[in-house]
């Protein structure tokens, strides 16, 4: 097994199991290890096994038979490797992490973060989710609603929830407004309110670029003025986000739905541009409406209309809130700050496992 040593010492040791992070990015990629601040903890990344597919290259929204297997054997791995604790990437290795646990009786600390289900199922997957999840110590999620619903949905005491706002490394900002062919546009992918933002920004005759998932936009009617490429590279859409005039969020609400949008919103934030995100799914624990942001009722055509029209047509306002965000998202959601708030999470969760 390959391993990456961070800090010396044998204080309090974690193994960190995020998906994103394979055998071939193991080398460049640290995650928040390099920001979490002092010499209290030790880190070894054990990389996942093959590479993790993306949201959009994915047939399903379901994680499949294969896919468990593989987090099941990235649990066992950190398990294995550990002296202290586990620190688990994405909802599907703390439930596979405490579902060997409490096969094996073996109780180590685990702390989840990223913790977003996308969608509190009902029956044998909740009682999976209540039964394997029971003993994690804590749980990271990124808006403060999941603390409520994850508290009801897992019957697990809300303290164990931490609200930490999801983050983002500076963004280069390489590419300026379009003046010359100016457009609006709509990245990212799950619970996309994609019907709304059609029709509004075909009443306003709006040129717009929609980059999502195939997914997403199969079924629906495409105004002419709006372009969907698919299968562009991430570089690609944050040069579409930097050019856009205005970078839209359109959510879906669903009240089976934990949280969505938060990705595209911090790195348009990150980018200091103008963003509208429907007023769901934690948003305003991002957007200042009116500060950083604008937000609009969800489903509602005439609010988002009346949020586009008044963006497109007034330049300062796009400045002002494209500077305050970058400066809120700066101070809020960079590595740096969420390093400082997880290490104070570590501090709490193993010195509540009495490990010094």
């Given at each position: 097994?390959?391993?990456?040593?961070?800090?010396?010492?044998?204080?309090?040791?974690w193994?960190?199991?995020?998906?994103?992070?394979?055998?071939l990015?193991?080398?460049?990629e640290?995650w928040?290890?390099p920001f979490?601040?002092?010499?209290r903890h030790q880190?070894?990344i054990?990389?996942?096994r093959?590479?993790?597919?993306?949201?959009h290259?994915?047939?399903?929204a379901?994680?499949g038979?294969k896919?468990w297997?593989?987090?099941w054997?990235h649990?066992?791995?950190?398990?294995?490797?550990?002296?202290g604790g586990?620190?688990t990437?994405?909802p599907?290795?703390?439930a596979?992490?405490?579902m060997?646990?409490r096969?094996?009786?073996?109780?180590?600390p685990?702390?989840a973060c990223?913790?977003?289900v996308?969608?509190?199922s009902?029956?044998?997957?909740r009682?999976?989710a209540?039964f394997s999840?029971?003993e994690?110590d804590c749980?990271?999620v990124h808006?403060?609603?999941e603390?409520?619903?994850?508290n009801?949905?897992l019957g697990i005491?809300?303290?164990?929830f931490?609200?930490?706002?999801?983050q983002?490394a500076?963004?280069?900002?390489t590419?300026e407004?379009?003046?010359t062919?100016?457009?609006?546009t709509?990245?990212g992918?799950?619970?996309?309110?994609?019907p709304?933002l059609f029709q509004?920004v075909?009443?306003?005759?709006?040129?717009t670029?929609?980059?999502?998932g195939?997914?997403a936009i199969?079924?629906?009617?495409?105004p002419?003025?709006?372009?969907t490429?698919?299968?562009?590279t991430?570089?690609e859409?944050r040069r579409?986000?930097?050019?856009?005039?205005?970078?839209?969020?359109?959510l879906?609400p669903?009240p089976?739905v934990?949280a969505?949008?938060?990705i595209?919103?911090?790195?348009?934030m990150?980018?200091?541009?103008?963003v509208i995100?429907s007023?769901?799914?934690?948003?305003?624990?991002?957007?200042?409406h009116?500060?950083t942001?604008?937000?609009v009722?969800p489903?509602?055509v005439d609010?988002?209309m009346?949020a586009?029209?008044?963006l497109?047509?007034d330049s300062?306002?796009r400045d002002r809130?494209?500077v305050?965000a970058?400066?809120?998202?700066?101070?809020?959601?960079s590595?740096?700050v969420v390093?400082?708030?997880?290490g104070?999470?570590?501090d709490k969760?193993a010195?509540?496992a009495?490990m010094?």
């Amino acid at each position: 097994m390959l391993i990456v040593r961070y800090l010396p010492g044998q204080i309090m040791h974690w193994t960190i199991a995020a998906p994103f992070i394979d055998k071939l990015k193991l080398k460049n990629e640290a995650w928040l290890v390099p920001f979490i601040q002092g010499t209290r903890h030790q880190f070894d990344i054990i990389p996942r096994r093959e590479p993790l597919k993306s949201w959009h290259e994915r047939k399903s929204a379901v994680t499949g038979f294969k896919d468990w297997l593989i987090y099941w054997q990235h649990g066992m791995e950190a398990i294995k490797a550990t002296e202290g604790g586990v620190i688990t990437v994405f909802p599907q290795l703390p439930a596979v992490v405490g579902m060997q646990q409490r096969m094996s009786s073996k109780r180590i600390p685990v702390v989840a973060c990223l913790f977003n289900v996308g969608t509190c199922s009902v029956g044998m997957r909740r009682r999976f989710a209540q039964f394997s999840l029971k003993e994690i110590d804590c749980f990271v999620v990124h808006t403060r609603r999941e603390r409520e619903i994850y508290n009801q949905w897992l019957g697990i005491p809300i303290e164990r929830f931490e609200f930490v706002p999801y983050q983002s490394a500076e963004i280069p900002v390489t590419y300026e407004e379009n003046t010359t062919d100016p457009f609006i546009t709509a990245l990212g992918s799950a619970h996309r309110d994609f019907p709304t933002l059609f029709q509004a920004v075909s009443k306003l005759n709006i040129p717009t670029v929609v980059a999502s998932g195939s997914r997403a936009i199969n079924g629906l009617s495409i105004p002419p003025n709006v372009k969907t490429p698919l299968g562009i590279t991430r570089a690609e859409c944050r040069r579409l986000a930097q050019e856009a005039r205005i970078n839209i969020v359109p959510l879906l609400p669903n009240p089976l739905v934990t949280a969505a949008g938060q990705i595209t919103i911090v790195e348009a934030m990150r980018m200091g541009r103008a963003v509208i995100a429907s007023r769901c799914f934690g948003a305003e624990d991002y957007i200042e409406h009116g500060k950083t942001g604008l937000l609009v009722k969800p489903q509602s055509v005439d609010d988002l209309m009346q949020a586009i029209e008044m963006l497109w047509n007034d330049s300062a306002l796009r400045d002002r809130l494209g500077v305050a965000a970058k400066t809120y998202a700066a101070e809020n959601f960079s590595d740096e700050v969420v390093g400082s708030k997880l290490g104070r999470i570590l501090d709490k969760v193993a010195d509540k496992a009495g490990m010094y």
